[in-house]
């Protein structure tokens, strides 16, 4: 069975009937404003769609115990692939891609069907950095990322769906689905820290004091959260980050059952702007020993320095690293390029260029191959010409 929403729709594809578990559905049902009728130790509950369509109703057993709970539900899933009701693709996309549900949206100052298309595309790059965010901040904290840990993120990223919901009253939505429980961290990281930047821009506002954005730190908020954010309320008149919880999963422990709505606005903008330039003075160099391979050499003069741009395999979490070397280092970098074997290169890992340039590098020497250095370099080259 396929959902019918066009050949290029990644959600097509219905839930299988035999795996739904009927709780699961009947939490959905609800979140979405569906309205059960019938007595609550009934076996069944019938569902009927919050605009009254008629005759859209599921009956949906209580449990899967029952000889006909998989016929039910199988009826049930047919239902909402038919339904013209806006909630029944929502429902079936959780049912299909279990998991977490994060829903921006921008309000903007004209009509919903007027938007322009780069509202759209804008909503969509701030929830996917936004997201990014969370995902590096799940392994680490850091006041600006760069480079750093985008290979971590990008695999992440690889697990979300995100759906468009279009025009949505006097604005726009975007839904993403999260892996859970296996996604969890980067989510709740996410969501406790947008909370504290939401409290240390509050506090900004207030006080004048931009140190909270600093102590924010600890909690997950970073240059790129920031910048995420700033960029999800320019131009709109509003903003909100929504999360509904899989009902599969059950909820991430210290949240209880409170409802994680946050809000930002443009009169949070002056200062966003002054946190995501502090964050970024703030993180500091650091000295790291990478590892290797030369894939790309270049020097105007024959006898003179030289520009290199190393794979890195191991050492520092970045992709590539660009590096100046003088004639003799240069030489060893060709030689070890033409060889085929990777260099070890110390040196200090700057944040300006995002963390993607090694600065004062030294001691470099030819070294061996490692176990699982080939695997790593090709899966290195292959996502990066994925992303590039």
């Known amino acids: 069975m396929t959902l019918p929403h066009g050949p290029e729709d990644p959600t097509r594809a219905l839930p299988d009937p035999a795996t739904v578990d009927p709780a699961v559905l009947a939490t959905l049902l609800a979140r979405h404003g569906w309205v059960r009728r019938g007595g609550p130790a009934a076996r069944y509950g019938r569902w009927t769609p919050p605009d009254g369509e008629p005759g859209t109703s599921l009956l949906i057993p209580t449990a899967d115990g029952f000889d006909d709970a998989v016929e039910l539900l199988a009826d049930a899933v047919t239902a909402l692939a038919r339904s013209r009701t806006p909630s029944a693709r929502s429902i079936l996309l959780a049912l299909a891609v279990p998991g977490d549900e994060l829903t921006w ?21 701030a929830a996917r950095a936004m997201l990014a965010a969370g995902a590096k901040a799940g392994r680490t904290t850091a006041a600006y990322f760069g480079a750093r840990l985008d290979a971590l993120a990008g695999d992440f990223l690889d697990r979300v769906l995100l759906v468009e919901q279009g025009a949505v009253d006097q604005g726009a939505a975007l839904t993403a689905h999260t892996p859970a429980p296996e996604g969890r ?21 207030v006080s004048g004091g931009p140190e909270a954005f600093e102590n924010a730190v600890r909690s997950g908020v970073s240059r790129e959260l920031v910048r995420s954010v700033e960029d999800l309320v320019r131009g709109a008149t509003a903003a909100r ?16 059952d409170r409802r994680v709505d946050l809000d930002f606005s443009p009169g949070d903008l002056p200062a966003l702007t002054e946190a995501a330039e502090l964050l970024e003075r703030i993180e500091p160099a650091v000295d790291v020993t990478v590892v290797g391979v030369v894939v790309r050499l270049k020097r105007g003069d024959p006898a003179g320095p030289g520009s290199v741009r190393l794979r890195v395999l191991g050492g520092a979490e970045v992709r590539e690293l660009k590096l100046r070397l003088p004639d003799p280092d240069y030489r060893l970098a060709a030689e070890a390029h033409l060889a085929g074997v990777p260099v070890r290169v110390s040196g200090r890992l700057d944040r300006r260029d995002g963390f993607r340039r090694l600065s004062r590098a030294h001691g470099l020497e030819l070294c061996d191959w490692g176990e699982g250095d080939h695997e790593r370099l090709l899966k290195g080259l292959q996502d990066g010409g994925e992303r590039s």
């Open 105 to 125: 949206r921008r309000d903007l100052p004209g009509p919903a069907d007027t938007a322009p298309w780069d509202d759209a595309e804008r909503l969509q790059r």
């Open 185 to 205: 961290t980067a989510v709740t990281t996410l969501v406790r820290a947008l909370e504290a930047l939401r409290e240390a821009v509050d506090y900004r506002r």
């Open 241 to 256: 980050l929504t999360v509904a919880w899989s009902p599969a999963a059950g909820i991430p422990g210290g949240f209880g």
